[in-house]
């Protein structure tokens, strides 16, 4: 079955820097979703990317926050200065045109101290 | 704004009865709502879903009502095992390639 893929699995960084979370979507999907789950909270949704640019994003999504699929396979999110609050799992999703199901990577979790 | 509310936020049941969870949504724009289990450190899990053009859905040991007047759903576990033991999350979508609203979520625990 196709899968998600979330590189890394988890990162340390320090305050202020710079992180880049990548995710290999399914190759036949046209959506593609960034959410993030604060330790025992619920689910939030980031960003949304459709036919190669935001479609939506959330008032979390601040000009710290970029996406990009720079060659048609992965998709990367990158926090320009990270914050302790940033502090999370990030979850990569990809959206089947036909279904709309929703697939789930298994997450990249990043620490920020 | 768009909001999906859940409860209750954590359920013990005994093996063997069944479990109930419901959810609320604002947006009657809605028209997709998926279940998922989540259990410790993994992702979350697509274990049952409904569109608004149905009204109840099974699937063996689990179902999901949808009321779209009141705009309520519910996700019904029958026979509980202690497999089930997980954290439940609703959410709700408006369309197609739209984000998901999540609500915050049950802890499920079933004891043998």
């Known amino acids: 079955e196709p899968e998600v893929t979330q590189t890394p699995s988890h990162q340390v960084t320090q305050m202020g820097q710079e992180v880049i979370l990548r995710c290999v979507p399914i190759s036949n999907h046209l959506y593609f979703y960034w959410y993030r789950q604060i330790l025992g909270q619920k689910v939030e949704f980031l960003v949304s990317?459709?036919?190669?640019?935001?479609?939506?994003k959330s008032e979390i999504f601040d000009d710290q926050f970029s996406v990009e699929r720079p060659d048609g396979s992965n998709f990367t999110l990158k926090i320009r200065s990270t914050k302790l609050e940033d502090s999370a799992m990030y979850f990569c999703?990809?959206?089947?045109?036909?279904?709309?199901?929703?697939?789930f990577g298994e997450g990249s979790r990043l620490t920020v101290l | 704004g768009e909001n999906v509310e859940q409860h209750p936020s954590t359920l013990s049941v005994q093996e063997g009865d069944s479990a109930v969870i419901k959810c609320t949504y604002s947006d009657s724009a809605s028209n997709y709502f998926p279940w998922y289990k989540q259990e410790l450190g993994k992702r979350p899990q697509l274990i049952i879903d409904i569109r608004s053009n149905v009204g109840e859905k099974k699937d063996q040991r689990i179902a999901v009502t949808l009321n779209k007047t009141a705009k309520h759903f519910s996700l019904h576990i029958t026979e509980t095992q202690p497999e089930d033991s997980a954290v439940y999350f609703c959410a709700a979508r408006r369309n197609q390639g739209g984000k998901l609203i999540f609500g915050q979520g049950t802890e499920l625990s079933v004891k043998p």
């Open positions: 999703v990809s959206g089947a045109l036909n279904t709309g199901e929703l697939f």
């Open positions: 990317f459709y036919n190669n640019e935001i479609s939506e």
